[in-house]
């Protein structure tokens, strides 16, 4: 049997190569169109959500827009796209109970299809979110990256001084800790008086006009901080920090 003639193989391996572009190109055209559906739902239902609980729901929205974003601008075999795909299938996991409490008669239409298209999404996806922990040193970073955008808008120097604050003193005091034992309780607890004065700080965020910047990131901000609290199970102990200062 005669081998194929060195051209023909780099035609036949270029014509391959193609071939599964164009279908990871395709692939990804359907999860644009189904999170394209998911983004008009959140859309949608967004001015029935209560305040306390926009952040994180402004969060998930966010997240299911930066795979939109990564898919078109960087193509599906990106390593940036893969990153936000992963963050997506994690951060829709571990927000199901949530999406469940903010539902309600008026927003159910809304909220079940969310949740329908990250579940045909997740398992289309296949990524196994069970492998993933919920890491505090990265979501340190994530507070210190949303505080240093939530500065640039200038805030009010009440505000400013307080994110600050979190900035160089609260965040640094844990950070060593959540790198040293990675998430445990003992770094859970740690996170708790920070958890609670980014709460308590939530009456300022209201204060700032929902149609800025400031405010958007502000929501980034108090959206992290509530799924923290949730999925570390440290609701509780926050909860007394706030009922000792009445």
């Known amino acids: 049997m005669r081998s194929k003639p060195p051209i023909l193989c780099l035609v036949f391996s270029v014509l391959t190569l193609m071939s599964a572009q164009a279908n990871e190109d ?12 998911q983004l ?5 239902a967004s001015a029935l959500i209560e305040r306390p ?3 994180r729901y402004k969060r998930l929205w966010n997240v299911a ?13 990106n390593p940036e796209t893969t990153r936000a795909l992963r963050k997506y299938s994690v951060v829709f996991a ?21 949740l329908r ?5 997740a398992a289309a996806l296949q990524i196994s979110v069970e492998i993933y922990t919920y890491n505090t040193s990265t979501v340190l970073d994530e507070f210190v990256s949303k505080i240093n ?10 505000l400013r001084d307080k994110l600050e604050e979190l900035k160089l003193v609260d965040i640094p005091s844990i950070k060593p800790k959540s790198e040293a034992t990675g998430d445990s309780f003992k770094t859970y ?5 920070v958890c609670h004065k980014i709460r308590a700080l939530y009456p300022a965020f209201y204060a700032i006009a929902d149609t800025t910047t400031l405010y958007a990131v502000l929501m980034d901000i108090q959206g992290i901080n509530e799924e923290y609290i949730e999925l570390t199970r440290i609701e509780e102990e926050v909860a007394k920090l706030t009922e000792v200062e009445k």
């Open 149 to 158: 955008d939530a500065i640039s808008q200038n805030p009010p120097k009440y």
């Open 40 to 44: 008009a739902a959140f859309s949608k």
């Open 117 to 121: 298209i990250y579940k045909d999404l």
């Open 26 to 37: 395709a692939q990804a055209d359907k999860v644009i169109e189904k999170l394209g559906h």
């Open 189 to 193: 607890k740690a996170a708790i008086p």
């Open 65 to 77: 827009e930066q795979v939109v974003e990564k898919l078109k601008m960087k193509g599906p075999l």
């Open 94 to 114: 571990k927000a199901e109970n949530f999406l469940g409490r903010v539902k309600s008669e008026k927003l159910a239409g809304e909220i079940d299809q969310i």
């Open 53 to 55: 609980e926009i952040g």
